[in-house]
């Protein structure tokens, strides 16, 4: 069996492959069983995602319907410290650029001026897709439902617009990175009512003039593999735990 992944084993030195696929053979060693994990695996509805589902490793299946361009994703980082010169390595980022929130030094009180050392970061490939439901699983009288699924590495280019495709990975919580971009809003007085002795009436409208800004976070689906949808397997009905 070592012999057998041995070489997929050295491909894993290549920066570009993060993934060893082992085929377990249960079909030769146990047919019964075999059926039985392609029936009953854990799995869930695109409809069915919700919050509860986060940090569960599922599959789900549908209709791809929109691929993004395949990009560099920043996911370690390291920085150069404009005020002492340090190195500061293996700053992880998660969904958004993200610096060292102080200099490592001790001596230093810096906590904002960073330079990105290409060089040195880590990249790895990225690519977001849209699927939606399938006309099989959408109930009658309502409108496909749909969730960006996120590729890395190897998955990316591995589904095409109009393909019906398995995932197999984990709903994640990423930030609304657009919202938090926005700057908060000056807190004006508004002075347009005038009372019944001729003062002006002031007040403050909305929270956005507070300075706050909105917190808001969307369900993706982190893909670790994919494949084409197997007709058989996907008729089967969803087991219900």
């Known amino acids: 069996m070592a012999r057998l992944y041995l070489p997929h084993a050295e491909e894993l030195i290549r920066p570009e492959r993060t993934t060893l696929t082992v085929n377990l053979n249960i079909e030769h060693y146990n047919q019964q069983l075999a059926t039985t994990i392609q029936k ?6 695109i409809r069915e995602l919700s ?12 209709q791809v319907v929109r691929t993004h361009p395949v990009h560099p994703e920043l996911v370690s980082g390291t ?7 340090s190195v500061i390595k293996d700053v992880e980022q998660q969904f958004k650029y993200t610096q060292p929130a102080i200099c490592r030094n001790p001596v230093c009180a810096n906590r904002c001026r960073f330079m990105l050392d290409t060089n040195k970061s880590r990249f790895v490939d990225f690519q977001k897709v849209r699927i939606q439901e399938t006309q099989a699983e ?3 009288g309502s409108i496909p439902r749909s969730i960006e699924v996120i590729l890395r ?8 617009a109009g393909d019906r495709c398995d ?11 657009s919202a938090l971009a926005l700057a908060g809003t000056r807190a004006e007085t508004s002075s347009r009512i005038t009372g019944k002795e001729g003062f002006e009436a002031d007040g403050i409208q909305g929270l956005k003039a507070l300075g706050v800004r909105e917190l808001s976070y969307w369900l993706v689906f982190l893909a670790s593999h994919v494949a084409p949808t197997n007709p058989w397997v996907s008729s089967c009905p969803v087991a219900m735990e």
């Open 153 to 160: 590495a190897e998955a990316v280019e591995m589904a095409q």
């Open 51 to 62: 919050a509860g589902c986060v940090g569960t490793l599922l599959r789900i299946s549908g």
């Open 138 to 140: 959408l109930p009658q």
């Open 79 to 85: 920085f150069l410290c404009m005020d002492c010169q």
């Open 167 to 177: 995932f197999t990975g984990t709903l994640i919580v990423v930030p609304d990175i």
């Open 40 to 45: 009953e695996f854990y799995r869930e509805r």
